[in-house]
């Protein structure tokens, strides 16, 4: 398909010529500038994306064991494949590489593998039997121009990201070889001793006139073409002169001199790029979590007060059950009347007795401390009282710490008869009294009739 490839006219041809005379281009750059150099990764490792003005090629790099040669059973292999796609230019034939794709992949095959720049010893698993062969599969996405640096700068930065997995060898006879995941071990990178750059020279009119990183139009009008692969330390890798006019010795020595300077200018951009990329990814491996910033929180100040022993002796905690038993025994010595002093500190004792001095539980109405003698004093009655018969008094039964004796309040029928069980509950009993005599019995039936 030759003939769908750009043709100048003469005009154009003419235009060209002529402004590389005047050392112009039509792009604006000097005989010796290259275009800008923009290199982006994929998502996985050893795949690059090169973009060299309007040329865009993409790299990508894989692995796999197989048997080595039988010249080189302790070496790996590394071949390039290109493919030219119709999309990238219409002169490209889909299918069947064309002899552009294939000048392309020698000159970059020639340039890695023939100089030694990736180890291929290393490569070796079990001498004679595995060994990792390398692919590296360029594909050309557009035609701007100058494909041999581009698609090179692509090769050289896959293989510079990528990493093989890690395989050991076990089993009974010692030969079987085990690849190990990625998530169990981390995967090793290639070795690479130096990295050949490509330096592509185009010639004009009878090779006076040259001009580094020829673009489209430029190759269409050019006379011939050279192509110099030479590492940062100016170790020439290989030439490539691809016909057309000649050149003269000199004009090849000032090319080689030129080339040097680009490939160590084009090597630290590489360089830069691949770690940039590696700390970016090693620094997504690390696990972070998220920075909690310290709350402030407002707490108000406490201030403890110092009490003495009598306030603290004083202080008493009341129940809603200890109040109800309170405000009913406040109100039955209301009731009470009496000028004697018996009858006021039986009230003051009692009071006393109603507060609750902390008993084991709340719930417990036995539970409260009262003492016997406040007890037995309340029992008595005031020997001031006369008149009428007095309410039905009741008395809560309460258990004491030291006794569980129960006490029972009794009502009042009359003046005589409080006075009478007053005196007999005051005088000791005996058996004797528990008899009443004749005189009495007879006495209570004569009352009655």
Same mark, same amino acid.
């Given at each position: 398909?030759?003939?769908?490839?750009?043709?100048?006219?003469?005009?154009?041809?003419?235009?060209?010529?002529?402004?590389?005379?005047?050392?112009?281009?039509?792009?604006?750059?000097?005989?010796?500038?290259?275009?800008?150099?923009?290199?982006?990764?994929?998502?996985?490792?050893?795949?690059?994306?090169?973009?060299?003005?309007?040329?865009?090629?993409?790299?990508?790099?894989?692995?796999?064991?197989?048997?080595?040669?039988?010249?080189?059973?302790?070496?790996?292999?590394?071949?390039?494949?290109?493919?030219?796609?119709?999309?990238?230019?219409?002169?490209?034939?889909?299918?069947?590489?064309?002899?552009?794709?294939?000048?392309?992949?020698?000159?970059?095959?020639?340039?890695?593998?023939?100089?030694?720049?990736?180890?291929?010893?290393?490569?070796?698993?079990?001498?004679?039997?595995?060994?990792?062969?390398?692919?590296?599969?360029?594909?050309?996405?557009?035609?701007?121009?100058?494909?041999?640096?581009?698609?090179?700068?692509?090769?050289?930065? /896959?293989?510079?990201?990528?990493?093989?997995?890690?395989?050991?060898?076990?089993?009974?006879?010692?030969?079987?070889?085990?690849?190990?995941?990625?998530?169990?071990?981390?995967?090793?990178?290639?070795?690479?001793?130096?990295?050949?750059?490509?330096?592509?020279?185009? @010639?004009?009119?009878?090779?006076?006139?040259?001009?580094?990183?020829?673009? @489209?139009?430029?190759?269409?009008?050019?006379?011939?073409?050279?192509?110099?692969?030479?590492?940062?330390?100016?170790?020439?890798?290989?030439?490539?002169?691809?016909?057309?006019?000649?050149?003269?010795?000199?004009?090849?020595?000032?090319?080689?001199?030129?080339?040097?300077?680009?490939?160590?200018?084009?090597?630290?951009?590489?360089?830069?790029?691949?770690?940039? @990329?590696?700390?970016?990814?090693?620094?997504?491996?690390?696990?972070?979590?998220?920075?909690?910033?310290?709350?402030?929180?407002?707490?108000?100040?406490?201030?403890?007060?110092?009490?003495?022993?009598?306030?603290?002796?004083?202080?008493?905690?009341?129940?809603?059950?200890?109040?109800?038993?309170?405000?009913?025994?406040?109100?039955?010595?209301?009731?009470?009347?009496?000028?004697?002093?018996?009858?006021?500190?039986?009230? /003051?004792?009692?009071?006393?007795?109603?507060?609750?001095?902390?008993?084991?539980?709340?719930?417990?109405? @036995?539970?409260?401390?009262?003492?016997?003698?406040?007890?037995?004093?309340?029992?008595?009655?005031?020997?001031?009282?006369?008149?009428?018969?007095?309410?039905?008094?009741?008395?809560?039964?309460?258990?004491?710490?030291?006794?569980?004796?129960?006490?029972?309040?009794?009502?009042?029928?009359?003046?005589?008869?409080?006075?009478?069980?007053?005196?007999?509950?005051?005088?000791?009993?005996?058996?004797?009294?528990?008899?009443?005599?004749?005189?009495?019995?007879?006495?209570?039936?004569?009352?009655?009739?």
């Amino acid at each position: 398909m030759e003939h769908l490839r750009w043709r100048p006219t003469v005009n154009e041809r003419d235009f060209i010529e002529s402004a590389l005379e005047a050392d112009l281009r039509v792009d604006g750059r000097h005989s010796f500038d290259f275009r800008t150099i923009k290199i982006t990764f994929g998502r996985e490792d050893g795949s690059s994306e090169v973009q060299l003005g309007d040329t865009h090629v993409l790299g990508y790099v894989t692995a796999q064991l197989m048997q080595p040669y039988r010249d080189r059973p302790n070496e790996g292999t590394l071949a390039i494949f290109t493919e030219f796609s119709p999309m990238a230019d219409p002169a490209f034939e889909p299918g069947r590489p064309g002899e552009s794709a294939i000048e392309l992949g020698r000159v970059i095959d020639r340039g890695l593998r023939e100089s030694r720049a990736v180890d291929m010893e290393s490569l070796c698993v079990v001498a004679g039997k595995h060994v990792w062969s390398v692919r590296v599969d360029l594909h050309i996405l557009d035609n701007g121009g100058n494909l041999i640096d581009a698609a090179n700068i692509a090769a050289l930065a /896959a293989l510079s990201t990528f990493r093989r997995p890690e395989c050991t060898v076990g089993g009974d006879d010692g030969q079987q070889v085990i690849v190990h995941d990625p998530e169990v071990r981390d995967p090793i990178p290639l070795t690479i001793h130096h990295m050949p750059i490509a330096v592509t020279f185009a @010639y004009f009119g009878e090779g006076n006139i040259v001009v580094v990183d020829p673009t @489209y139009k430029e190759e269409a009008v050019m006379g011939g073409r050279m192509t110099a692969t030479i590492n940062s330390n100016g170790d020439i890798c290989s030439i490539q002169k691809a016909g057309g006019e000649g050149v003269m010795s000199s004009v090849v020595m000032q090319c080689l001199r030129i080339a040097s300077v680009k490939a160590a200018d084009i090597t630290s951009k590489i360089k830069k790029a691949v770690d940039s @990329y590696t700390t970016e990814k090693a620094l997504k491996k690390v696990k972070r979590l998220p920075t909690s910033l310290p709350q402030k929180i407002n707490v108000t100040d406490v201030t403890m007060e110092d009490k003495g022993d009598g306030e603290l002796e004083t202080q008493t905690v009341k129940t809603p059950s200890d109040v109800q038993e309170k405000s009913k025994g406040d109100e039955d010595h209301q009731n009470i009347k009496g000028n004697s002093s018996l009858t006021g500190d039986r009230i /003051a004792k009692h009071k006393k007795t109603s507060t609750c001095i902390g008993g084991p539980s709340n719930w417990d109405p @036995y539970s409260k401390g009262v003492s016997l003698s406040s007890l037995r004093i309340s029992q008595l009655p005031d020997p001031a009282t006369t008149g009428k018969a007095s309410s039905h008094d009741d008395a809560q039964p309460m258990l004491t710490e030291s006794s569980n004796a129960e006490v029972k309040s009794t009502s009042s029928l009359g003046a005589a008869g409080e006075s009478e069980e007053a005196q007999e509950i005051g005088s000791p009993k005996s058996l004797k009294d528990a008899i009443k005599p004749k005189h009495k019995r007879r006495k209570k039936k004569s009352d009655r009739s």
